[in-house]
């Protein structure tokens, strides 16, 4: 069994061979060793002092990680899941639980970069590509038991977090991304269910989600952005609108999964699917790399991975509940949001993913009620909203006052949306050439010119 392999000995030396269930191979693939670059090595802020030892930081590391990935209490989804219509059909629910075939394994396996980075065990997905002779058909047999309806063996969803700093020389744990590298025995397993996924998707979520949909183009929501600030700036009347950019504070990290569960089941996907899910998502155990080495093992409660191949899937029907609230609840205090012409469409929001615009009236009334839709967002799926990164953005006729309330309900301090929109300028002036520059400057400092 192909299972087996995760208890494989790799000896690094010159000559080695990989002594596995299928015989010697030669070990051709170089493993990946990760650089101290990428840990904290100069030192974290925690428990009140500096933790400098490898021990201190792998304990940090560890509880900081077990804290974000744990449950919530009091969770709500009730008020979000009513907002939520069926969508998904008979239909798609035969297409998505048909039998797993080994065409569809062996698919999954080559659409993965060949020397993206390995899991706890070692292999990267260019070694069972190579190897595919040999090995595909106890692979084959192992993930079509799994997705078939067998079991599962723990070592297999086991996850390595790699620490990747956002910023230079970070001095505190929320300074860094965590990405997950998980087995790539795992990795198909998670592909052919996203393979089957990605087709129903444009049916099932929202239009105003232009993220990881097939058939629709980032281009789409920073066009429509373009639009909607361009129309605020030339506002006139007696009713002022604005934009608030919402950002999540670590929306995978934070997911809950009795939430992603509920709404799965509320969207109409048929109980087997869930359940061969949430299987994938809740088996998985993390230690966390620091400096090159590995901290104990500690098991999650909520939580989607990224390096998961199904965890933008996953979010997209999570903020489905956000869009159905926003689209259901806030017409009636925030306004249909803005449009730019008398035959034009009303457009309440636009979401990336986790990036999130909202258009309002710019009223006590539509802050209120902003704020009661995502505290029941967080209620419900456990996401919080970072309003030291959020920004609200004013029509040109909004009395100061009127502004000063606004923001003084959402706790959003700043007043101004940022200069770009998911790496496009969200103006352009009479001059094209300065708002473009900067992409010119940034492909000079990526070549080193």
């Known amino acids: ?89 008979a239909d798609m629910n035969n297409f998505l639980l048909r039998p797993f075939t080994a065409d569809e394994v062996k698919e999954a396996l080559f659409m993965m970069g060949a020397n993206k980075a390995p899991g706890p065990d070692g292999l990267t997905a260019g070694f069972f590509q190579f190897h595919w002779e040999t090995l595909g058909p106890s692979v084959t047999g192992a993930v079509l038991d799994f997705l078939n309806g067998g079991s599962m063996p723990e070592s297999v969803n086991s996850t390595t977090i790699v620490l990747i700093p956002k910023i230079k020389n970070p001095q505190e744990m929320k300074q860094f991304r965590p990405i997950s590298l998980c087995n790539v025995i795992y990795k198909i397993c998670s592909k052919v269910l996203t393979n089957r996924l990605r087709s129903c998707l444009d049916e099932i979520i929202s239009e105003e989600q232009s993220a990881f949909v097939p058939g629709r183009l980032i281009t789409d929501n920073v066009l429509i952005a373009y639009e909607c600030t361009h129309y605020l700036k030339r506002k006139k009347g007696k009713t002022g609108a604005c934009a608030v950019k919402l950002d999540m504070a670590k929306a995978y990290d934070r997911m809950e999964w009795k939430y992603l569960m ?169 001059s094209s050439t300065e708002a473009f520059d900067f992409m010119a400057t940034r492909i000079k400092n990526l070549v080193g010119t």
């Open 1 to 89: 069994m192909i299972w087996e392999t995760e208890e494989i000995f790799v000896r690094r030396s010159a000559g080695s061979a990989l002594v596995t269930s299928f015989g010697v191979i030669p070990f051709l693939e170089a493993m990946l060793t990760f650089s101290s670059t990428f840990a904290p090595d100069r030192g974290l802020g925690g428990k009140g002092k500096l933790q400098t030892t490898q021990e201190e930081l792998e304990v940090t590391a560890m509880e900081f990680y077990t804290q974000l990935f744990t449950r919530q209490e009091m969770l709500d989804p009730g008020p979000i899941l009513n907002c939520v219509p069926t969508k998904v059909t």
């Open 262 to 430: 509920d709404i799965m089941l509320k969207l109409g996907f048929h109980d087997t699917f869930v359940a061969l899910i949430m299987r994938c998502v809740t088996s998985v155990s993390f230690s966390v790399k620091v400096n090159g080495h590995l901290s104990s093992v500690f098991r999650p409660s909520r939580g989607i991975r990224q390096g998961d191949p199904i965890s933008p899937y996953m979010f997209l029907l999570c903020a489905e509940g956000l869009s159905c609230l926003l689209k259901l609840v806030g017409p009636m205090h925030l306004s249909r949001g803005v449009r730019v012409g008398i035959h034009a469409p009303w457009v309440s929001h636009l979401l990336f993913a986790d990036d999130c615009i909202v258009f309002s009236e710019a009223s006590q009334r539509g802050a209120d009620r902003l704020q009661e839709i995502l505290e029941t967002y967080n209620r419900g799926s456990g996401q919080l909203v970072n309003k030291e990164k959020s920004a609200v953005f004013f029509s040109s006729n909004c009395d100061e006052q009127v502004k000063q309330d606004f923001r003084r309900v959402l706790h959003i301090d700043t007043e101004a949306l940022s200069d770009k929109y998911l790496g496009l300028p969200t103006a352009v002036g009479r």
